[in-house]
């Protein structure tokens, strides 16, 4: 399911917009301030970000810089209430691919989103690669060497975030967001399975990447075959 990151101060407009979404079949997790967005924006992979100008903790045209500068990439649809022509080139210059003016009809908004769900990605978003293993966002599809593999989208949601933190360590709460995204109910031990699942399919197609869990905190990615998992011993 294609999933949207939602970035609306505005309780009831944000749930009118999730169940408008969730209705077309897209699933979203809504975030109501910058600080929350930028966490799980680097985080989860999300098909298009919607942003709202007005935000309690600043301007979300300044979020936006923020993650184009930082290499995001992700289509954005700009939610505003100020219609002159100088904020919609303001939007646009600084990043967002689409302009909203509030009011608008949520018809009118799925199309939108559902346009740039169908725009094609930068190159820098089509592969991330770690030790001797490569994910494909494009097709979800793990590497290693001459093999590849097909992930359930849990599994490569988690795979990705791990190799994009480059080998640090990422909290379980984290990775549970990435797989299963925000407020969706999972077993205590959804994840333990999902990673038990990954090791194995690692171990199958030889390689030497490694996915270890750091006691209490999370787990992360080690290309060292003598590295021992805390978790399995």
């Not at 924006?41 to 936006?64: M, W």
């Not at 210059?93 to 608008?104: C, L, N, Q």
């Not at 009118?108 to 030790?131: C, I, K, N, Y």
Request: glycine residues 8%; proline residues 3%; neutral net charge.
């Amino acid at each position: 399911m294609s999933r949207v990151a939602l970035i609306e101060d505005n309780g009831r407009l944000a749930e009118m917009i999730r169940q408008a979404l969730s209705s077309s079949g897209i699933a979203t997790d809504v975030f109501n301030n910058i600080s929350g967005a930028w966490y799980g924006v680097g985080r989860a992979e999300y098909s298009v970000l919607v942003v709202d100008r007005g935000l309690p903790d600043g301007d979300g045209l300044t979020f936006l810089r923020n993650l184009r500068a930082a290499g995001q990439t992700t289509p954005c649809l700009m939610l505003t209430a100020r219609d002159a022509l100088h904020d919609r080139v303001d939007g646009l210059e600084s990043g967002a691919d689409d302009y909203v003016t509030k009011p608008f009809a949520m018809s009118e908004l799925v199309a939108r989103v559902r346009t740039l769900m169908r725009r094609p990605r930068a190159l820098t978003d089509l592969s991330a690669s770690f030790g001797d293993i490569t994910v494909d966002p494009q097709h979800r599809m793990l590497r290693c060497g001459e093999r590849s593999l097909q992930l359930a989208p849990a599994e490569f949601q988690i795979v990705l975030t791990l190799v994009r933190s480059n080998g640090n360590t990422v909290r379980h709460a984290a990775l549970e967001h990435a797989a299963w995204g925000l407020g969706e109910a999972v077993t205590p031990n959804a994840l333990e399975v999902t990673v038990h699942r990954l090791r194995k399919k690692l171990a199958a197609a030889g390689a030497r990447t490694r996915i270890v869990n750091i006691r209490g905190m999370g787990f992360n990615l080690q290309n060292d075959t003598t590295a021992i998992n805390e978790g399995e011993r």
